[in-house]
């Protein structure tokens, strides 16, 4: 398969369907790993022992040479009885190694590696070598969550969210990093309905504070611009601000903030400014007129992770899950879906609520008023805990009882990295971008 960088033309969506054809060859899964236990026991009985009565100095330790150099005396050691067993005459294929009768140990260039500590990635917080789908062009918010989320990865830009999607379903990524709210702007209801029409798996989230600057072609004064594109949640976060500077602009919406630093840069527009991040700035060649546009220096967006498989739930970190349901007697039984999770101590950190697309109309017929129509909604729920505890599967099963449909779309851990308003990371943001995207 071709490898794709960050500097490769974005995925578009008529690309995944051509790939997606018959003759499409879809990335074959990793074999099965066969291991073998080889960890040295500590007790008296143990292997420690064993090597006592081989002349091994002390007990083995630790490192592997330890253990190699133990299995080998124990196997040369078995060859030995063996020859005496053999010259004796004796037909037994099983010998006695400290007064104990064992099979004969494999030699040791014939054992497989044992796997270290070092071959275990931390899901999912690592990152190196994976290829990372986002919406955007590159200096778009996007790709600097998918830094965040996963250090010195290939990210990969997609023309759309549904392209992002399809890029993991048909392993072309092995993630995706895509926004799901933002503290100023609310829910991008675009992609609450991607994930219930994919089948990925939300593995975790990062937020990332958001930094706005106002972005123009190098020698053009703020006083002469007469438009500002971006994307249209960035002109809503900016929009006091534009009016503070005293621009008579009009605004126009485009697909993505770096989309809108890239055509101002592409079609060398002197007239138009761009709302975009500093790095969009560096990448495509425009001067910063305003740095800090926003109306809110607590400008966040979260993101979330995407996987075709999902992580196992544990509880020895906080942990978040979420879901999303649908029941049959309208929003009665919603009072009676959030009280298993209050009754069992659980916080929500969302609910969101989004018309059922399948059947958006109920209608509820009574001789005597009519007939009334009511919206149909599908709830999308965060809660604070892992599905590793039993209070969190008791609360799901309780859920169950009351919906006629219920899907877990990821139990993940929660983002907990410090946090600064945004315009404190601007110092460092060129910096920080350097180091991530391996910029010269």
């Not at 990865?153 to 092995?174: G, R, T």
């Not at 609310?186 to 600057?213: A, F, K, M, T």
């Not at 400008?299 to 739930?313: C, G, Q």
Request: proline share 5%; aromatic share 8%.
């Amino acid at each position: 398969m071709q490898s794709l960088s960050p500097s490769s033309s974005s995925i578009t969506l008529k690309s995944l369907i051509r790939k997606s054809s018959p003759n499409w060859t879809h990335r074959v899964s990793p074999s099965r790993l066969v291991t073998q236990c080889a960890h040295p026991f500590d007790s008296a009985n143990g292997y420690g022992a064993i090597a006592a009565n081989f002349n091994v100095a002390g007990s083995i330790g630790d490192r592997r040479a330890d253990w190699q150099s133990s299995c080998a005396i124990l196997a040369s050691k078995v060859v030995s009885q063996q020859e005496d067993t053999e010259k004796a005459g004796g037909s037994d294929n099983i010998t006695a190694v400290n007064g104990h009768r064992t099979l004969d140990l494999v030699q040791i260039e014939k054992l497989p590696k044992p796997l270290a500590i070092t071959d275990l990635s931390p899901a999912p917080m690592h990152g190196s070598q994976l290829r990372v789908a986002y919406q955007g062009v590159p200096g778009a918010y996007s790709e600097a969550a998918a830094g965040k989320a996963y250090p010195n990865c290939e990210a990969i830009p997609c023309d759309q969210f549904e392209v992002a999607f399809q890029s993991v379903e048909l392993w072309i990524a092995d993630r995706a990093v895509l926004p799901v709210e933002n503290s100023l702007g609310g829910s991008i209801h675009r992609n609450y309905d991607l994930l219930l029409r994919h089948r990925l798996h939300i593995v975790g989230e990062v937020q990332l504070p958001v930094h706005h600057c106002l972005l123009a072609l190098p020698g053009v004064r703020k006083e002469y611009l007469n438009r500002v594109i971006s994307h249209p949640q960035a002109l809503s976060q900016c929009e006091h601000t534009l009016t503070k500077l005293g621009l008579n602009v009009t605004r126009e919406a485009v697909d993505d903030t770096a989309g809108a630093a890239e055509f101002i840069a592409a079609n060398n527009i002197r007239g138009t400014a761009a709302i975009a991040s500093a790095r969009a700035a560096e990448l495509y060649g425009l001067d910063i007129l305003a740095d800090g546009v926003q109306d809110d220096s607590g400008n966040v967006t979260r993101f979330v992770m995407l996987a075709r498989e999902p992580i196992i739930p544990r509880t020895d970190r906080p942990f978040k899950t979420s879901i999303v349901f649908a029941h049959d007697k309208g929003t009665s039984v919603l009072f009676k879906v959030l009280s298993a999770f209050a009754f069992r101590n659980i916080s929500l950190t969302k609910i969101e609520s989004r018309p059922h697309r399948n059947r958006p109309i109920r209608l509820v017929d009574d001789e005597n008023v009519g007939t009334a129509k009511h919206f149909e909604y599908l709830f999308y729920v965060d809660f604070e805990a892992s599905m590793a505890e039993v209070r969190a599967q008791n609360a799901l099963a309780e859920v169950q009882e009351f919906t006629s449909f219920l899907r877990v779309l990821g139990s993940y851990p929660m983002d907990m990295s410090p946090w600064c308003p945004s315009g404190e990371i601007n110092k460092s943001q060129t910096t920080s971008f350097r180091f991530f995207f391996n910029l010269k």
